[in-house]
């Protein structure tokens, strides 16, 4: 067979069906239906709306282009070609709405000091 599968779903609707999942059909790269069974599992409400895990999953997503994009430009202004765990603490405690939101977050340093 030529040509690597994705472990991921189809890009394309199922030719049978026609259906496709819900991750594919609101453009999202984090999982709605992995973010709905953790809701449902955590019991935070009786009753979930069949659009909170498609929100949810949309809300962390942008979180997380935005912290990589600000550690990108960090890594960048320093001369580095990786992100680092220093660079995104760095980016998170120079931007002010991200500082409030994860400010009390810990970053975890896999290797201190090897530079």
Known sequence: MSG???RRGSSRPN???GTCAR?????LSFCVSHLERLLREGHYSQRLSSSAPVFMAAIIEYLT???LELAGDEAQKLGYRRITP???DMAIHNNPLLNAFLGNATISQVA???E
């Not at 991750?23 to 453009?27: D, M, N, Q």
């Open 4 to 6: 690597r599968r994705s």
């Open 15 to 17: 030719r049978r069906t």
């Open 23 to 27: 991750t594919v059909r609101a453009e």
């Open 65 to 67: 282009a935005m912290v």
């Open 86 to 88: 220093q660079l995104l």
């Open 112 to 114: 201190p000091g090897s």
